[in-house]
T-cell receptor
Framework: GDSVTQMEGPVTLSEEAFLTINCTYT??????LFWYVQYPGEGLQLLLK?????DKGSNKGFEATYRKETTSFHLEKGSVQVSDSAVYFC?????????FGSGTQLTVLP | DADVTQTPRNRITKTGKRIMLECSQT?????MYWYRQDPGLGLRLIYY???????NKGEISDGYSVSRQAQAKFSLSLESAIPNQTALYFC???????????FGPGTRLTVT
């Protein structure tokens, strides 16, 4: 079945550092890929998405590229802020359902 | 007002008790979902509903039941709560594609 594997956390960075959170997936066919973010005490929110190979999703300075050859969808941001501290979830979508990775806790220190 | 609301936000109950978690949405979406979140396990799908007459089991439905009372309302019941059902529960809704899901704020359930 479908599965998503995320880089284990927690990840702690200083403000303005470069962020990468790795995500790889196992699936047949061509699923859609997503990053969701969960701020403290809140539900998940869609951060970005990509629906086909080589698509790049971007939002709020975050980017991820759908790489079919490496079955990856790594999340990157060039300069993180304290307000980016949250849990980030990679997810795979098929037939109207989402399969989530285990989440990566990011803490950004001032 | 929030698009997806959940009640209660926090609940402590005892083993063997019946408990219902409620979810309401104002987005006009047909699809609704219940997930549980456990540390290190991400979110796992319990049940989902693509319209009022369509209810489907998810990955971890044992010990849970649901009711879709209306397009806007989807409740989750634990018929006889047990301690390993202690978790954070989220309701979500989506449009017909199902991928951009809108989550409620969650219900923290503790079973003692």
């Amino acid at each position: 079945g479908d599965s998503v594997t995320q880089m284990e956390g927690p990840v702690t960075l200083s403000e303005e550092a470069f962020l990468t959170i790795n995500c790889t997936y196992t699936a047949t066919g061509y699923p859609s890929l997503f990053w969701y973010v969960q701020y403290p005490g809140e539900g998940l929110q869609l951060l970005l998405k990509a629906t086909k190979a080589d698509d790049k999703g971007s939002n709020k300075g975050f980017e991820a590229t759908y790489r079919k050859e490496t079955t990856s969808f790594h999340l990157e941001k060039g300069s993180v802020q304290v307000s980016d501290s949250a849990v980030y979830f990679c997810a795979l979508g098929r037939s109207g359902q989402l399969t989530f990775g285990s989440g990566t806790q990011l803490t950004v220190l001032p | 007002d929030a698009d997806v609301t959940q009640t209660p936000r926090n609940r402590i109950t005892k083993t063997g008790k019946r408990i219902m978690l409620e979810c309401s949405q104002t987005k006009g979406h047909d699809r609704m979902y219940w997930y549980r979140q456990d540390p290190g396990l991400g979110l796992r799908l319990i049940y989902y509903s693509f319209d009022v007459k369509d209810i489907n089991k998810g990955e971890i439905s044992d010990g849970y039941s649901v009711s879709r009372q209306a397009q806007a309302k989807f409740s989750l019941s634990l018929e006889s709560a047990i301690p390993n059902q202690t978790a954070l529960y989220f309701c979500a809704t989506s449009d017909s594609m199902g991928y951009e899901q809108y989550f409620g704020p969650g219900t923290r359930l503790t079973v003692t």
